[in-house]
């Protein structure tokens, strides 16, 4: 009787000659044995997809995470510099203000552009691991 769970399996109504069935026995054992290897290899695919995915999903939260601070940090400093203006009672005072300012802006902007690239480097070389480590088992030799 064939086994429902091996698709490999099957029923001969007739006797088939032992040459045709050593042969047939081996295509049958080759096809199982390719097919148990390209099973293993979509599981594992998967997994990489899957691992993949999260990491992606996670930096995309950290790097969103980290603009909204930008943006609030930012923000702040602006409402400050507003209220410190209303202070001021000469043109050159503000001047002075304005210019301070805009150089404190200027270095905050740069600090916050070098971590996101550096927060974006860390995400994508996180994102690409997983697929590298498939490829490297799919790839390397059996010893």
């Not at 293993?40 to 980290?66: L, Q």
């Not at 400093?77 to 043109?91: I, M, Q």
């Not at 301070?100 to 552009?113: I, M």
Request: aromatic share 10%.
């Amino acid at each position: 009787m064939a086994d429902s769970n091996d698709p490999f399996s099957t029923v001969m109504p007739f006797q088939l000659p032992e040459q045709v069935r050593a042969f047939a026995e081996k295509g049958v054992s080759q096809a199982r044995e390719s097919y148990s290897k390209l099973r293993d290899v979509a599981e594992t695919n998967n997994g990489a997809i899957e691992a993949v995915f999260s990491s992606a999903s996670k930096g995309a939260t950290d790097y969103s995470t980290k603009v909204f601070d930008f943006v609030k940090t930012n923000t702040s400093a602006n409402f400050d510099f507003a209220h410190s203006l209303f202070g001021a009672k000469t043109l050159p005072e503000i001047m002075e203000m304005w210019t301070s300012h805009a150089k404190k802006q200027v270095e905050v902007l740069t600090s916050q552009t070098k971590e996101l690239t550096e927060l974006s480097q860390k995400v994508a070389a996180e994102t690409v691991e997983p697929i590298k480590a498939s490829a490297s088992k799919m790839f390397t030799p059996a010893g």
